[in-house]
C-alpha cells in the first residue's frame, strides 16, 4: 500500500502561481511513477503530468505544458507540480497517483493508488 496527501490547493487570481505537493507513505516511493491529474465539475479526470522513477524523464499534457512542472525528490517521498500562469480554466480538483507499471503512461487506469485531493481555484 501506498498512501498519498495532496497539499497547496488554494484561491488564487489568474497569472498567479501555486505549488501542490504530494507527500507518501508506505512502500518504497522510488518505486513508482508518479503522475498528476485533474478534474473539473462535470468532466472527465485528465492526465496532466507524469515524471519517472528517478526523476529525470517527464511529460506533460499541451494543455499545461510550459506553465506547470513536475519534479520529485525521493528523500522526501513528495512530488510536486509548480503551476504558473494559472488560469481561470485550470480550475479543477487535483490529484496525485503512483503507477507501478512502465514511465510515460497517460491512462488512469494505470495509476493504482490516488490521493484524495486538492482544490485549485483560479480567479479570473
Known amino acids: 500500500q501506498v498512501q498519498l496527501v495532496e497539499s497547496g490547493g488554494g484561491l488564487v487570481q489568474a497569472g498567479g502561481s501555486l505549488r501542490l505537493s504530494c507527500a507518501a507513505s508506505g512502500r518504497t516511493f522510488r518505486n513508482y511513477v508518479m503522475g498528476w491529474f485533474r478534474q473539473a465539475p462535470g468532466k472527465e479526470r485528465e492526465f496532466l503530468a507524469t515524471?519517472?522513477?528517478?526523476?529525470?524523464?517527464?511529460e506533460y499534457a499541451d494543455s499545461v505544458k510550459g506553465r506547470f512542472t513536475i519534479y520529485r525528490d525521493n528523500a522526501k517521498n513528495t512530488v510536486y507540480l509548480q503551476m504558473n500562469s494559472l488560469k481561470p480554466e485550470d480550475t479543477a480538483v487535483y490529484y496525485c497517483?503512483?503507477?507501478?507499471?512502465?514511465?510515460?503512461?497517460?491512462?488512469?487506469?494505470?495509476?493504482?493508488?490516488w490521493g484524495q485531493g486538492t482544490q485549485v481555484t483560479v480567479s479570473s
Open positions: 497517483a503512483a503507477s507501478s507499471g512502465t514511465y510515460g503512461s497517460r491512462r488512469l487506469s494505470q495509476y493504482i493508488y
Open positions: 515524471v519517472s522513477r528517478g526523476g529525470g524523464n517527464t
